[in-house]
């Protein structure tokens, strides 16, 4: 087993789980989940320090004492064994803590100290298993009565205790249980003058526990009471126990019966068989009531299927049975003093042949009843009653006579493996067949009748709708191959050998599941080991490895050409390939087929491709889509397999290949749905592959294939585009071969460019155009047109953003590959750059939100190319014109487009030679890791920017965007920035950034810039206290009154929008009070109390409330009246029609504002 | 829950055996537990309840049940008898009064249906001491041929030689499974 080391833990502790990131890189296809494979020491040591100090632990951490241990177990849970070196240190430790006398009456029962240690043993026992835990509890019998007082105080308790306290309760009946265990006649701890003995005392206190709900602690209290009973003094008891146990189950009626259930099948188990066998009848009468009554509930059908087997184990006597298959003698004592080998193969011969028969011959009709409800429940739909039904069909069959076992094979064999059998049947049946194979009561002579279902098993799978059950069957095939390896000699083995080895390998190659696939390669290494004979087994052991496995695209590349090498196995290959993978019902599958043959046709061309011939074409006229596309995309990937070896094909099926998009159309013509999706992504990938197999094309046949490329990359579905994408590179790549098919193809596509319905189809045709030959030349129509639908220029593709930006990649590219000569370059040089200048500035909107970030993307990309290839001719003022948008963009709100923009900075920033780069080793140092731009603190950084000239105005705009938006985060740290800068700006630098910032409110673009900067304002405001001493001087601030007055004034304005801009202004009323704006702003927001809107009076008279309180004479009657008034509601009707708040607005406005400019005149 | 599932449990489950140890009181049997152990014997006293004790022997984790031999606990004994993979039977080799009682009780014994297909091993103890009864009487005596059990003369002796105690039984417990 490979080695995981674990994670130191940390000072929490919390990431144990984490592999070391080196691991991880080495073999990660291997790693699905994390298993430890050893203790770790720092693990251990926190384990054995929790364990000592629980003495002396505080007891307020208790609770996180108990959370720690826990977690630190769960850890080891799948491999419970690696704590043993722990275990009887800690259990030592912590049971000595435990004080069970002490608290004789108190109300608590336990003190807080032994009831932890109690609860770190229960979370032990959970872990490990009670039967290992349980070994090292002291148990010495003086133990005894503490623990049974204990208990029986925690059964006298309240019944809110009684539920709650399980776990510390579960682990003293455990405790109790290796008490009883003793050698020890119980009677004679009874004093004579008490009423009952301790053994009943015992029985009275644990019977309640069972009828509490579901849980762990049935399991205790039914093994003690199972304990109790198989002792010689106990036996007597049984029979009053299982009437009472049957009574109960009887008045129980509907209420499921776990606990009564559980503890008949711990009698069954320990309690001796001839003291149990009388009440066998009684017990298997009840457990047929609850079979009829609760068989609905899957829990009690494996509990009933335990009952069965046991039952049945009872009734018969565990011999071993004679006839019972044995691999050879497997005595070494034998073998060492008996070297004569005649003397071994004669003994051999007596047991197998002449010895006696053993085995009960006529079994009591309960046990074939119970054999037959074994055999009912190993078709049954949970997995966990099919798992418990084999075993007990199994250990039953061990102990019958050699003609029964027979019959319950052939039965077996004949009932659960039909073909329309589910797969719960044919799993139950495996997982039967591989218990019997391994307790030996499989014969030989069955082996021919069963290897034949266990091949068909192998690759089982039931179609349910678009998906298949069984996997499991698959695995527990494998199961039954591993037990026959384990069980069978070579020679018994031999004839099913290969098929056996060329199953398994298939199996852990191709199987859907990782599972299975590790199952398989699990059970040929066993093979391999313990039978032998198999060709080649060690190397393909090593190849199909445990861990090689678990990687699916590399069993179908690599490692079946890797299997391939030897021949014998690769016609099992391909056949499995061909009959269960072409026509997999999971389309990925089909995909992978599709790369195994690819693969294979590389190394054996001629094979691969006569059983392609001979299987895959005939698929091809099968009308059902998904075989249709299972074919043709293995037909693809073989032919390019074949062609990269230059394998020659008959030319007349090379026509049919190359026809065969064109055969096809009609089909994708007419399904319009799921499968015609199917078909034409099947068909895009054959065409992509085809394309670089250099057949002879011509232009007929390339048309119908950029049929199939155009219809994929207008797709609306992404998963399409992408695949027709892929395609258009290659397919669009032959033109170069094919004369005068070139202009035909462009112009059908600048018609679909020109006239498109949706815009998908103009997105894929900018796509395929993207992806012309050099050789083919462009027009400059061409350029005019894409330029048109970059600018935006037709008002219904207003929305049309992706087209656009596809257009702005394809136009990029055409111009880098092109050869314009230098007049016609120049010509067209000007116009792509203000296109892409436009594209820059695209800000489109919709449902979905800022849409136009994918043109701005690609623009800043496009910018950056031209940049890069024409340093020689840009002007320095491009530059700066360009530079400045992009830094603008990498101040914006969306991580991924500042991640662009400034890995285009960065590039931009390589070339040196271009004219007029300012500060460039400051952006240099800005701009260093693009991949940290992603993270919204980076915006932070930028602030340096803001005072640098060319770029400080787009550095302020991008910051604001972001500032102003609504994730909180990114607006943050933008704010941050913002606020930084102006703290330390000169007055003049203020006051440019306000000049820049008002430029907001009075641009078109209004809404999407103004709202920002409103929501900006009211925090960047009072940092610029020049503006607020001298407010009159600024027409910044005039400007931005008049605008919210605007706003304001508008009768439908939004409430929200109103808000902002009482919250951008009132900053304003901490100016001079003299000043005429501070008396603009009193307006305005006055006037705001009488606003519809109660939300925007409330905000108003806040407001003003918090301005008047700062005032240097505070007038208290007004403050008052702000106060009091309801400005929340519609308000009581006062005379006049008016109600409370329009009283209320008239009268501060009288004050405010009539008043002040009386005084003033 | 799938076969990968089975092979773990059983690895794990391939590494644990179950070994009681049983015989009459006084013939030894915490001091051969103790002794495999390596711990001290000098203070062994009666055993009136059981000890269990987990002692690692070439990667196998040997868990040890040695219950106590009193005539009142021998009825106590088929409390112990799930999955036991071997039984080790202590014999007092000085014990010549009662080594038919010693006979008896093992027959008894292995007359169990719960210890079928278990090992047995006849540990003649106290060889050391000069009137012991040598081992091939003592196998004799218990008429082991039927039962098909290793040979008893390669037996270990418990004696002063410690060494050759513990070589043999390695051996024999090496035998044992």
């Given at each position: 087993m490979r080695e995981l080391l674990l994670i130191e833990p940390g000072p929490n502790g919390f990431e144990e789980k984490i592999e070391s990131p080196q691991q991880m890189d080495e073999d990660e296809d291997g790693v699905i989940g994390c298993l430890p494979s050893h203790l770790q020491t720092s693990h251990r040591i926190e384990i054995q320090n929790i364990s000592t100090n629980v003495r002396f632990e505080d007891e307020k951490n208790f609770e996180k004492v108990q959370e720690r241990f826990k977690k630190l177990l769960e850890i080891y849970a799948e491999q419970p064994s690696l704590l043993d070196p722990l275990i009887p240190e800690t259990v030592f430790n912590l049971s000595s803590v435990v004080n069970l006398t002490a608290n004789d009456g108190h109300p608590k029962i336990l003190d807080e100290r032994s009831a932890l240690a109690l609860m770190l043993l229960f979370t032990l026992i959970k872990i490990r298993g009670y039967k290992t835990i349980m070994k090292f509890l002291p148990r010495e019998i003086h133990h005894l009565k503490p623990i049974v007082s204990c208990l029986e105080q925690y059964g006298n308790a309240s019944p809110a205790?009684?539920?709650?306290r399980i776990c510390e309760r579960t682990t003293l009946l455990y405790w109790l249980t290796i008490v009883c265990m003793n050698p020890f006649d119980l009677r004679r701890l009874d004093a004579n003058d008490q009423e009952t003995?301790?053994?009943?005392?015992?029985?009275?206190?644990?019977?309640?526990?069972?009828?509490?709900?579901h849980s762990t602690i049935h399991f205790a209290a039914a093994r003690l009471i199972a304990e109790c009973i198989a002792r010689a003094e106990g036996q007597h008891l049984c029979k009053e126990v299982i009437d009472d146990c049957i009574a109960k189950i009887c008045t129980n009626g509907q209420k499921e019966s776990f606990g009564e259930l559980i503890l008949i099948l711990n009698l069954l188990k320990h309690v001796p068989r001839?003291?149990?066998?009388?009440?066998?009848?009684?017990?298997?009468?009840?457990?047929?009531?609850?079979?009829?009554?609760?068989?609905?509930?899957?829990?009690?059908?494996?509990?009933?299927?335990?009952?069965?087997?046991?039952?049945?184990?009872?009734?018969?006597?565990?011999?071993?049975?004679?006839w019972r298959y044995q691999r050879g003698r497997r005595k070494l004592e034998e073998n060492i003093t008996n070297n004569d080998m005649s003397r071994i193969s004669e003994l051999e011969a007596n047991m197998t042949q002449e010895g006696p028969e053993q085995g009960e011959a006529a079994p009591d009709s309960l046990v074939q009843r119970c054999i037959g409800l074994l055999m009912q429940f190993l078709n049954d739909n949970d997995t966990a009653v099919r798992w418990s039904a084999a075993k007990g069909i199994g250990r039953i069959t061990e102990r019958l006579h050699r003609e029964l076992a027979a019959q319950i094979v052939s039965t077996l064999l004949k009932n659960n493996f039909l073909s329309t059998n589910g797969y719960a049947s044919w799993h139950g049946g495996c997982l039967a067949l591989a218990e019997l194979s391994w307790r030996g009561a499989l014969l030989p002579e069955h082996l021919t009748a069963a290897f034949s279902v266990i091949q068909n098993a192998?690759?089982?799978?039931?179609?349910?709708?678009?998906?298949?059950?069984?996997?499991?069957?698959?695995?527990?095939?494998?199961?039954?191959?591993?037990?026959?390896?384990?069980?069978?000699?070579?020679?018994?083995?031999?004839?099913?050998?290969?098929?056996?080895?060329?199953?398994?390998?298939?199996?852990?190659?191709?199987?859907?599941?990782?599972?299975?696939?590790?199952a398989a390669s699990a059970t040929f290494q066993e093979l391999v080991g313990r039978v032998g004979g198999i060709s080649h087994g060690i190397e393909l052991l090593t190849l199909v490895d445990y861990f090689a496995v678990s990687n699916r695209r590399k069993c179908f590349s690599l490692l079946c050409v890797a299997v391939s090498e030897f021949y014998e196995y690769l016609p099992a290959l391909l056949d499995h390939l061909i009959e269960f993978k072409v026509c997999h019902w999971d389309e990925k599958m089909r995909v992978m087929c599709g790369l195994a043959f690819e693969s294979l046709a590389t190394r054996y061309p001629r094979e691969t491709w006569a059983r392609i011939l001979r299987t895959v074409f005939p698929l091809l006229k099968k009308a059902h889509v998904p075989?249709?596309?299972?074919?043709?995309?293995?037909?693809?990937?073989?032919?390019?397999?074949?062609?990269?070896?230059?394998?020659?094909?008959?030319?007349?099926?090379?026509?049919?290949?190359?026809?065969?998009?064109?055969?096809?159309q009609p089909q994708v013509n007419s399904n319009k749905n799921l499968q015609g999706e199917l078909l034409r992504l099947a068909l895009s990938h054959y065409v992509a592959l085809l394309s670089e197999c250099n057949f002879p094309i011509d232009a007929e046949e390339f048309n119908s294939w950029m049929y199939i490329v155009e219809s994929c990359c207008c797709d609306e579905k992404e998963a399409i585009r992408l695949a027709g994408n892929e395609a258009a590179e290659k397919v669009v790549g032959l033109l170069r071969n094919i004369p005068n098919c070139a202009p035909i193809v462009i112009n059908n596509l600048i018609r679909v460019l020109k006239e498109p319905s949706r815009e998908w189809q103009r997105g894929g045709a900018c796509q395929i155009l993207e992806n012309l030959p050099i050789s083919v030349p462009i027009h400059s129509d061409l350029i005019d047109l894409f330029c048109t639908i970059i600018t935006r220029s037709v008002k219904a593709e207003e929305k049309w953003a992706f087209a656009r930006a596809c257009a702005v990649k394809s136009l990029s590219q055409i111009c880098k590959r092109q050869r314009f000569n230098s007049e016609e370059w120049a010509m067209i040089k000007k116009k792509i750059f203000n296109v892409f200048m436009v594209a820059l500035d695209d800000y489109t909107e919709d449902a979905r939100?800022?849409?136009?970030?994918?043109?701005?993307?690609?623009?800043?990309?496009?910018?950056?190319?031209?940049?890069?290839?024409?340093?020689?001719?840009?002007?320095?003022?491009?530059?700066?014109?360009?530079?400045?948008?992009?830094?603008?963009?990498?101040?914006?709100?969306?991580?991924?487009?500042?991640?662009?923009?400034?890995?285009?900075?960065?590039?931009?920033?390589?070339?040196?030679?271009?004219?007029?780069?300012n500060n460039v080793d400051l952006l240099r140092e800005l701009y260093a890791c693009p991949d940290l731009f992603i993270y919204d603190k980076q915006l932070y950084s930028l602030r340096p920017l803001l005072s640098i000239k060319p770029y400080s105005a787009s550095i302020l705009h991008g910051l604001v965007l972001s500032a102003g938006g609504i994730s909180e985060v990114t607006a943050q740290f933008a704010l941050q920035a913002l606020h930084e800068y102006l703290d330390s700006a000169t007055e003049s630098e203020a006051e440019e950034a306000m000049a820049i910032l008002v430029k907001f409110i009075q641009s078109p673009a209004s809404p999407r810039l103004s709202l920002p900067l409103l929501r900006v304002l009211s925090t960047i405001l009072p940092r610029i206290p020049h503006l607020l001493t001298h407010p009159d001087r600024s027409t910044e601030i005039l400007n931005i009154l008049t605008y919210c007055r605007k706003v304001l004034s508008n009768p439908r304005v939004s409430p929200v929008n109103a808000r902002l801009c009482l919250n951008a202004i009132s900053p304003l009323l901490l100016s001079e009070p003299r000043s005429s704006t501070w008396k603009f702003t009193m307006t305005i927001i006055v006037s705001c109390?009488?606003?519809?809107?109660?939300?925007?009076?409330?905000?108003?008279?806040?407001?003003?409330?918090?301005?008047?309180?700062?005032?240097?004479?505070?007038?208290?009657?007004?403050?008052?009246?702000?106060?009091?008034?309801?400005?929340?509601?519609?308000?009581?009707?006062?005379?006049?029609?008016?109600?409370?708040?329009?009283?209320?607005?008239?009268?501060?406005?009288?004050?405010?504002?009539?008043?002040?400019?009386?005084?003033?005149? | 829950m799938g076969l990968l599932t089975v092979i773990r449990k059983m690895r794990a489950k391939e590494r644990e055996i179950r070994i009681l140890i049983l015989g009459l009181d006084n013939a030894g049997k915490t001091t051969v537990t103790k002794k495999f152990l390596g711990e001290d014997t000098s203070k062994v006293e009666p055993t009136f309840g059981f000890n269990i004790e987990t002692v690692e022997f070439q990667n196998f984790n040997l868990n040890l049940w040695?219950?106590?031999?009193?005539?009142?606990?021998?009825?106590?004994?088929?409390?112990?008898?799930?999955?036991?993979?071997?039984?080790?039977?202590?014999?007092?080799?000085?014990?010549?009064?009662?080594?038919?009682?010693?006979?008896?009780?093992?027959?008894?014994?292995?007359?169990?249906?719960?210890?079928?297909?278990?090992?047995?091993?006849?540990?003649?103890?106290?060889?050391?001491?000069?009137?012991?009864?040598?081992?091939?009487?003592?196998?004799?005596?218990?008429?082991?041929?039927?039962?098909?059990?290793?040979?008893?003369?390669?037996?270990?002796?418990?004696?002063?030689?410690?060494?050759?105690?513990?070589?043999?039984?390695?051996?024999?417990?090496?035998?044992?499974?």
């Open positions: 205790l009684q539920s709650c003995s301790t053994l009943k005392r015992i029985l009275i206190m644990v019977k309640p526990l069972l009828s509490v709900t001839q003291v149990i066998a009388p009440f066998v009848n009684e017990i298997s009468s009840i457990v047929s009531l609850l079979f009829e009554k609760q068989k609905s509930n899957p829990l009690i059908r494996k509990y009933l299927s335990k009952a069965a087997r046991r039952i049945s184990l009872v009734m018969l006597s565990p011999t071993l049975c004679q192998l690759t089982f799978e039931e179609k349910v709708g678009r998906f298949a059950w069984g996997s499991c069957v698959r695995d527990a095939a494998c199961f039954v191959l591993w037990s026959w390896a384990r069980a069978y000699r070579r020679e018994d083995l031999q004839q099913y050998l290969e098929k056996t080895a060329t199953g398994l390998i298939c199996c852990a190659l191709f199987d859907r599941e990782i599972s299975v696939r590790r075989v249709m596309h299972g074919a043709l995309f293995t037909l693809a990937h073989t032919l390019r397999g074949l062609s990269s070896v230059n394998f020659q094909i008959e030319s007349h099926i090379v026509k049919e290949l190359i026809i065969l998009p064109r055969a096809l939100g800022d849409i136009g970030r994918f043109v701005r993307c690609e623009a800043m990309k496009a910018m950056t190319t031209m940049l890069c290839d024409e340093k020689e001719t840009i002007t320095k003022d491009e530059v700066t014109q360009v530079l400045c948008q992009i830094i603008q963009q990498s101040a914006e709100k969306i991580g991924r487009l500042r991640e662009t923009a400034a890995t285009c900075i960065k590039t931009i920033l390589v070339s040196t030679t271009l004219p007029g780069l109390l009488s606003c519809p809107y109660p939300a925007v009076r409330c905000a108003s008279a806040e407001t003003l409330t918090e301005a008047l309180c700062t005032m240097e004479i505070v007038d208290d009657e007004l403050i008052g009246l702000l106060s009091d008034t309801q400005w929340q509601g519609s308000g009581t009707m006062a005379k006049g029609g008016e109600t409370e708040w329009q009283r209320a607005a008239l009268e501060i406005h009288q004050r405010l504002i009539v008043g002040d400019t009386r005084a003033d005149g | 040695d219950v106590g031999g009193q005539r009142s606990l021998r009825s106590y004994w088929k409390n112990y008898f799930e999955q036991t993979e071997a039984l080790v039977w202590v014999v007092d080799s000085t014990d010549r009064e009662r080594l038919q009682m010693c006979a008896e009780e093992l027959g008894k014994l292995l007359q169990e249906e719960r210890l079928l297909g278990a090992t047995l091993l006849v540990f003649a103890n106290k060889q050391d001491i000069r009137s012991a009864v040598k081992c091939e009487d003592i196998a004799k005596n218990f008429e082991l041929g039927r039962y098909q059990v290793a040979p008893l003369e390669n037996l270990p002796v418990l004696g002063n030689n410690w060494r050759k105690f513990t070589r043999s039984d390695d051996m024999a417990l090496r035998r044992c499974f």
